[in-house]
């Protein structure tokens, strides 16, 4: 089944370490994001991009780049880990030319930064 | 940018009891409403959405209410099942791919 992975699924790193989180869609679609969930405040747009050259700020993209490597890559990086990014991550897709506008989630990184 | 905010934040309800969730946002611009169930563990996925051209919109127990005027939509479950156990979320865009959620409400069916 066409699906939406990410790598590495828990990662504990150290403030101060760059490190990089990556998502891969066999689906086919155009339009991939990243997320941050936090507990008690939903899921929170870091970065989205159309195409590979198209790539948008999202609500909160102060501490992250984000890199759009193929159609189905879509990389999301934290220059200088930070304790206060210490959360659940998640990649989606979704196809503006499908019947409907649904995101399709991966499973989620969980991001630990000591 | 749109602010959405959802209650409750926990909703605890017996087996077989309805369950409804209620949202407003900021944006009249705002026309996609989808709803996502997150269980345990896992990802969200998409249950349920309106348009803002809609009023209402069933799938077998669930259905999602809008009113646009007084800017908040509701999702309603009947018959809950403990299956039904999860964390829900709204959300708002203006454009369909940008969507704010709202900070999740936490579903218990109790048996």
């Known amino acids: 089944d066409a699906d939406v992975t990410q790598t590495p699924r828990n990662r504990i790193t150290k403030t101060g370490k760059r490190i990089m989180l990556e998502c891969s869609q066999t689906?086919?679609?155009?339009?991939m994001y990243w997320y941050r969930q936090d507990p008690g405040l939903g899921l929170r747009l870091i970065y989205y991009?159309?195409?590979?050259?198209?790539?948008n700020k999202g609500e909160i993209s102060d501490g992250y780049s984000v890199s759009r490597q193929a159609q189905a890559k879509f990389s999301l990086s934290l220059e200088s880990a930070i304790p206060n990014q210490t959360a659940l991550y998640f990649c989606?897709?979704?196809?503006?030319?499908?019947?409907?506008?649904?995101?399709?989630f991966g499973p989620g990184t969980r991001l630990t930064v000591l | 940018g749109e602010n959405v905010e959802q209650h409750p934040s926990t909703l605890s309800v017996q087996e077989g009891d309805s369950a409804v969730i209620k949202c407003t946002y900021s944006?009249?611009?705002?026309?996609?409403f989808p709803w996502y169930k997150q269980e345990l563990g896992k990802r969200p996925q998409l249950i349920i959405d309106?348009?803002?051209?809609?009023g209402e919109k069933k799938d077998q127990r669930i259905a999602v209410t809008l009113n646009k005027t007084a800017k908040h939509f509701s999702l309603h479950i009947t018959e809950t099942q403990p299956e039904d156990s999860a964390v829900y979320f709204c959300?708002?865009?203006?454009?369909?791919?940008?969507?704010?959620f709202g900070a999740g409400t936490t579903v218990t069916v109790r048996a």
């Open positions: 689906k086919g679609h155009d339009r």
């Open positions: 959300a708002a865009s203006i454009d369909d791919y940008k969507l704010s």
């Open positions: 944006d009249s611009a705002s026309n996609y």
């Open positions: 309106i348009r803002s051209n809609v």
């Open positions: 989606a897709t979704s196809d503006p030319g499908g019947s409907t506008d649904t995101q399709y």
């Open positions: 991009s159309f195409d590979v050259k198209d790539i």
